[in-house]
């Protein structure tokens, strides 16, 4: 990893008077910190509670996947209100902070509830908390980046991002086996995590603008962008393949279902995602900025469809686990960050935020429908039966989300 001095993007001059294109900025390289310290926080969290709602609190397939979309897609509520407030003050990191700073203080809220309805009302919160920061976080690394290489720099933070997603399960596991059953440690220590996310955020990362002052953006002006023509295909693509993407939750809920390994191992599976995500979210960065993000973004989906298929089997074993939660981990590297890359060089730099907060909406409402879907299915079908279904629907949808994204240059203006 690279890491400039300055925080302008732009190029260096060689001694020779070549121009030379920078690698990641040092506030690239800051908010990955803070998504680490972030992700550490939540994903704590995240990886105890599919096992935790439907094995000691008795919910069903449906009312988890109630429960999942919330976690997938309320955060869409927010989105395009967090991008749109940060390109109208042309201060992101202002909305950032009030994201992260309600997500963090979601983690405490979580020690005195025990009901159904007490904890989807913290999972909103936390949510909601993310999908304000997730816009202006990201168009704080576009406006830092070098556009030629907005594919690595976004590669670079998620790569952060993800060890810390990486992390969170193995202090949740660790935390567990000390003293079993000890969920109340598990979101103190988070609470701990995420308040330090916040301070770095605070204290170190430059309050940047990521436009000018004489191009500060009215309402008008962005519904004019988010109808153009420049998004509406990359958005009709994200959200066709975003509604048969099922959550990680019933993935990994099928694969404990089917193989029967002990709960105390669940977050683990959190653990083998992230960990290829993260050892492949810089080289799928730079791949998408050679032969196209696009092109990356359709690769990744194959890959979901894989994991469905092994997962779907009647008989597994460690073997087809790993595989699935390799073919995972290959997902998100290729889409995650390589989405927020692609969109944000379609749109002028005075509406980036929202244009990256529009694609991530589509995402989040269509990812929320997927998963009371497929809870449904799940109770109609079997966890075998639903899985070659929704594998089945995505095969038809890759080829349609390729035509859509087809022609889209690896470098548009901006």
């Known amino acids: 990893m690279y890491v400039t001095l300055r925080d302008r993007p732009g190029e260096d001059a060689s001694p020779s ?44 397939p449906v009312a988890y996947g109630f429960w999942d979309g919330i976690y997938q897609g309320i955060s869409a509520v927010v989105r395009i209100a967090g991008g749109y407030a940060a390109d109208r003050r042309q201060r992101p990191k202002l909305v950032a902070i009030i994201g ?19 904890i989807s009302a913290i999972t909103t ?57 000890s969920y ?21 990362v430059p309050n940047m603008r990521t436009a000018t002052a004489a191009a500060r953006v009215g309402l008008r002006r962005v519904s004019r962008e988010l109808a153009g023509p420049a998004l509406r295909r990359p958005l009709i693509a994200s959200g066709l393949l975003g509604v048969l993407t099922v959550g ?41 900025d050679r032969v196209g993000r696009a092109r990356v973004l359709v690769a990744g989906h194959v890959a979901l469809l894989s994991g469905y298929l092994l997962a779907a089997r009647p008989s597994g074993g460690l073997a087809t686990t790993l595989a699935v939660l390799a073919l995972l981990g290959m997902f998100y590297a290729a889409t995650d960050g390589v989405l927020a890359a692609l969109v944000s060089r ?28 497929f809870g449904l299915l ?31 240059p690896r470098e548009a203006p901006a």
Do not use: C
């Open 17 to 60: 008077g070549q121009a030379v294109a920078r690698r990641v900025s040092s506030t690239v390289v800051l908010l990955g910190i803070v998504s680490l310290l972030t992700d550490v926080s939540s994903e704590m969290v995240a990886s105890i509670m599919p096992l935790y709602l439907t094995a000691v609190i008795g919910l069903s």
């Open 100 to 118: 992260y700073g309600v997500s963090a203080l979601s983690r405490i809220a979580m020690l005195p509830v025990q009901g159904f309805l007490a």
């Open 125 to 181: 919160a936390d949510r909601l908390g993310k999908g304000v920061r997730t816009a202006p976080r990201d168009a704080l690394i576009a406006a830092s980046s070098d556009p030629r290489t907005l594919g690595r720099s976004f590669g670079v933070h998620r790569a952060l991002d993800t060890t810390g997603a990486a992390l969170g399960p193995l202090v949740a596991f660790a935390l567990l086996w000390a003293v079993p059953g």
């Open 184 to 204: 109340d440690s598990v979101f103190v220590v988070s609470f701990a995590f995420a308040i330090a996310g916040v301070a770095v955020l605070v204290l170190l």
């Open 248 to 288: 990680d939750g019933f993935i990994y809920l099928s694969l404990q279902d089917r193989d029967d390994f002990a709960a105390l191992y669940f977050p683990l599976l959190y653990v083998g995602t992230n960990a290829v995500y993260l050892s492949l979210a810089v080289p799928f960065g730079r791949l998408a």
């Open 346 to 373: 379609l749109v002028p730099a005075e509406t980036r935020g929202t244009g990256i907060a529009a694609a991530q909406t589509v995402v989040a409402l269509s990812r929320f429908g997927a998963s009371l879907g």
């Open 378 to 408: 799940w109770a109609f079908m079997g966890r075998g039966s639903a899985l070659l279904l929704v594998a089945a629907l995505l095969a038809a949808a890759i080829p349609v989300a390729a035509w859509l994204l087809r022609g889209i």
